[in-house]
């Protein structure tokens, strides 16, 4: 027969867990699920979550003057989405107990009630990143998490996710979406490099360095420079060119076509002198 005490205790486990789980999945926004609001430290305004604050602070219809992200690690104030009770940061609600969040960060003032992103906090990024901390390794050069499977092969880039997606221009370090580390070592969203797929674009848009294997491309134009004869004018034109790919400086025939690297054989190359240039949308149109 159970003792009061014993009958205590596990009315109590059963109210914590209860507590735990109110109003589960019921409450957040797009970005996260959560069961509290933040108050905004900078303009004292109620939002869902900070990327919320950082949408509406910025939109077209603010004045460029008033336009602000929230200084995230300022937070001092948030709003239980159950009871409204506002309060200082913490994890479970002091008015009526409720757990806002089931992973909770007391460094980031970060809730998120969906615990399948395996949240972990990362001290030397000093933010809360997401696949599991045992997946991730912090690489001190380009001051940023990699995947393990990168730890040995990734080319440092200083800082690297430190600026603006070079196609989207949205923040990378800190940003929502998936991140793709490119051979070269330069960052993108994993969505813009498909859609750049998308439009045959093949190369890095901050150095241009191809990020694929071109070689079958490469083949291709072999075939089709030496199916276009060029004009006898242009027979013994010289030009030089850049390999975007390797570096390398050639002097090479001018072609109309596409100017090939002759240390690496690639074709994704431009022409720094000596006469017209050829026409770089062919390797697009070799892979249509």
Same mark, same amino acid.
């Given at each position: ?14 109210? /914590?867990?209860?507590?735990? +789980? ?22 004292? /305004?109620?939002? %869902? ?12 219809? *603010? ?14 104030? *948030? ?6 009770? +506002?309060?200082? *940061? ?14 909770? $960060? =007391? ?8 615990? =399948?992103?395996?949240?972990?906090? $990362?001290?030397?990024?000093?933010? $809360? ?7 991730f390794f912090h690489c001190n050069k380009c001051g940023c998490c990699y995947s393990r499977l990168l730890k040995d092969s990734h080319i440092c880039v ?7 997606? @070079? ?13 793709? *580390? ?22 890095? @848009? ?6 694929? %294997?071109? =070689? ?7 075939? /089709? ?5 060029? @004009? ?15 570096? +390398?400086?050639? +002097? ?37």
């Amino acid at each position: 027969m159970e003792s009061c005490f014993e009958t205590q205790m596990t009315s109590l486990g059963s109210e /914590e867990v209860s507590l735990m +789980e109110m109003g589960f999945g019921h409450f957040g926004c797009s970005h996260y699920r959560r069961r509290c609001k933040i108050r905004a430290p900078c303009c004292d /305004e109620i939002f %869902d979550c900070r990327h919320c604050h950082n949408e509406s602070k910025n939109s077209l219809e *603010v004045d460029p003057l008033n336009r602000h992200d929230i200084p995230r690690h300022d937070l001092k104030r *948030v709003i239980c989405s159950l009871c409204n009770t +506002e309060q200082d *940061v913490q994890q479970k609600c002091i008015h009526c107990g409720v757990c806002m969040g089931k992973y909770y $960060c =007391s460094k980031c003032k970060f809730f998120d009630d969906d615990v =399948s992103k395996n949240q972990y906090h $990362c001290d030397k990024c000093g933010i $809360c990143r997401t696949g599991g901390e045992e997946n991730f390794f912090h690489c001190n050069k380009c001051g940023c998490c990699y995947s393990r499977l990168l730890k040995d092969s990734h080319i440092c880039v200083e800082r690297a996710m430190h600026h603006n997606c @070079p196609v989207c221009f949205e923040y990378l370090f800190d940003t929502t979406k998936d991140i793709t *580390v490119l051979p070269c070592g330069h960052t993108i969203h994993l969505e813009c490099v498909k859609e750049m797929a998308q439009h045959f674009q093949y190369s890095c @848009p901050v150095c241009s360095k191809s990020y694929c %294997d071109m =070689s079958c491309v490469w083949q291709k134009l072999d075939q /089709e420079v030496a199916s276009t004869p060029m @004009p006898q004018v242009y027979k013994n034109k010289m030009v030089w060119i850049l390999c975007n790919d390797c570096g +390398e400086t050639s +002097e090479v025939n001018f072609h109309i076509v596409a100017h090939k690297c002759l240390k690496c054989n690639s074709y994704n190359t431009r022409q720094t002198r000596g006469g017209p240039a050829s026409c770089s949308s062919r390797i697009g149109e070799m892979v249509r």
